[in-house]
């Protein structure tokens, strides 16, 4: 992808951080597909050929605008903690935090029930159809990517101590190389059976009852009946209005609000004027964020445990008060984040018919658990680290409970129309990054491509700020004066964004691919 220019097309469009599965997502459309069955089709590619990323061990996301009733859906398709998960149980363990791998920080996988409900409500084709792709590149293999085979190689110790993991996604004990064909046939066996079965096969049938004995042997909690119970939930999704524009993303226990609380604390300042990238503007959006962030450590929370509404954290005199907090000249250094993991792929899909489609799905941390269930192929993801081990907190482990989520696909929309669907990956940046992109559209008139290439920070923790390389060295000192200790960082601390934004004239699909990554947007 051109770091300047967008892509256009006229009759469809996907983008994504791979191009196997941009391409699979395109052909699905080309083939009489809709944006629903071309965003499945891509992440079940991108599943085989992305694995560190993504996969049907993990969960997915989705806000979709419906063009025949014109409205904008959004399915939660994560998964819940076992039934006999417990801060009782942790504690025994011996555990003062939640462990970062391993079988006790999985969570149940959402993903395939997600793929299904998705389809049955709002896609065209059969599942079958829709995983050919998925089959095919895992049965036939597909040549690593490089940023794919750096991914994998470091994770390599990990997946040789697990049985699973070194079995499957191992060649010769190390980590395929770049341009190395890798096949993996246990996996295109796991797909062709839910391709054939669905989610009932998956949930009530041989991966569940297989993932469940992995656990038994590991120590774990999960019972077959965690997985039989398993569903995913449409929800409502939540607003705000910035500048004119309509921003949607997920309810907790995503992040999401978190973009939103961002864009309300900002819009009581003049971005435009201060210009892109300038010190100005790099300050206000680095203090936004963390106060954003102080709502987020504090209260998120699966929502039926949430014990605030999250509409009142968006509310106009709450984020009135938040700026009114900011010192323009002074970096504030008492608010503390909690970082989180990198690994996860998001997808944008338009069709001609009007439909947008914004879809995230993630293993969370590189190859997730590091668990894989050996005969399946599954890579079991590892949310559960999120959860709080803290008693008194809303977001404590406990039985059948979704935990906290980074992960938010966003939409956009104006004057009732659907004018963006954007998401990227990288854990607690993707709520920073994504207002920087929306921003730089809608501050600063910028297209997708440039808006996405543009370069970015990442508010780490306290005064802890990390800038790209482009941003001006004037900058970078000026921010230094303010009190912000200003480092640098590799390109996955910057997250890696797509977006498909739709002409409001013509009506022509403008697409963005982050540079910071392998992929692309292609239409047709």
């Known amino acids: 992808m051109s770091e300047k220019f967008s892509v256009l097309a006229k009759n469809g469009m996907v983008a994504s951080s791979q191009p196997l599965a941009t391409l699979a997502g395109v052909e699905m459309l080309m083939n009489g597909g809709n944006a629903i069955d071309a965003a499945i089709a891509t992440a079940a590619v991108l599943g085989v050929v992305e694995p560190s990323s993504i996969g049907i061990g993990g969960d997915a996301f989705c806000l979709f605008y419906a063009a025949k009733d014109k409205s904008i859906k959004a399915l939660d398709a994560s998964g819940r903690s076992p039934a006999a998960a417990s801060l009782a149980f942790y504690r025994k363990q011996g555990f003062n935090e939640m462990p970062q791998r391993g079988i006790h920080s999985v969570t149940l996988p959402g993903a395939v029930h997600g793929w299904e409900t998705l389809l049955k409500s709002h896609g065209t084709k059969p599942l079958r159809e829709v995983l050919g792709a998925a089959i095919r590149h895992a049965d036939e293999g597909f040549p690593v990517a490089e940023l794919t085979a750096e991914q994998w190689k470091e994770s390599t110790a990990r997946l040789r101590a697990d049985e699973g993991g070194a079995l499957n996604y191992l060649v010769g004990g190390g980590a395929p190389r770049a341009g190395e064909i890798f096949r993996n046939p246990r996996m295109a066996r796991t797909l062709r059976g839910i391709a054939e079965g669905g989610a009932e096969y998956f949930y009530r049938g041989e991966p569940a009852e297989k993932i469940v004995r992995c656990s038994e042997r590991l120590g774990g ?87 605030v509404d999250v509409r009142d954290l968006l509310a ?31 997808v944008a899909a ?46 404590c482990i406990g039985p059948r409970k979704r935990c906290l989520h980074t992960l938010m696909p966003g939409m956009i929309c104006k004057d009732g129309r659907p004018f963006a669907a954007l998401g990227l990956k990288g854990g607690h940046v993707q709520p920073q990054v994504q207002v920087q992109i929306i921003a730089n559209m809608v501050d600063h008139g910028m297209m997708p491509q440039r808006a996405i290439a543009a370069p970015r920070f990442n508010h780490i923790d306290g005064v802890k700020v990390g800038l790209e390389p482009e941003i001006a060295e004037a900058v970078r000192s000026d921010l230094a004066r303010r009190g912000h200790e200003v480092v640098g960082g590799n390109p996955e601390s910057f997250g890696g964004a797509h977006m498909i934004m739709i002409d409001g004239e013509s009506g022509a699909f403008v697409g963005g691919a982050d540079p910071r990554k392998g992929g692309c947007a292609l239409g047709f």
């Open 221 to 307: 909690l999960f019972t077959l009946r965690d997985f039989a119970e398993h569903r995913s939930d449409w929800v409502e999704p939540i607003t705000a209005n910035y500048r004119g524009y309509d921003v949607f993303e997920l309810p907790p226990a995503t992040q999401g609000f978190v973009a939103l609380a961002m864009l309300k604390i900002l819009e009581g300042f003049d971005l435009k004027t201060a210009g892109a990238n300038s010190a100005d503007t790099l300050h206000l959006m680095i203090e936004a964020k963390k106060l954003a962030f102080v709502d987020r450590d504090r209260q998120l929370a699966d929502r039926q445990f949430m014990r």
């Open 316 to 346: 106009d005199k709450r984020a009135e008060r938040l700026r009114g907090l900011i010192d323009i000249n002074q970096a504030a250094g008492e608010y503390s984040n909690r970082p989180a993991g990198t690994d996860t792929e998001y």
């Open 350 to 395: 338009a069709d001609c018919d009007g439909n947008l489609v914004s879809f995230i799905q993630s293993n969370f941390m590189g190859f997730g658990s590091g668990v894989v269930e050996p005969e399946t192929s599954i890579i079991l993801q590892n949310r559960g680290h999120l959860f709080s081990l803290e008693e008194n907190h809303p977001n």
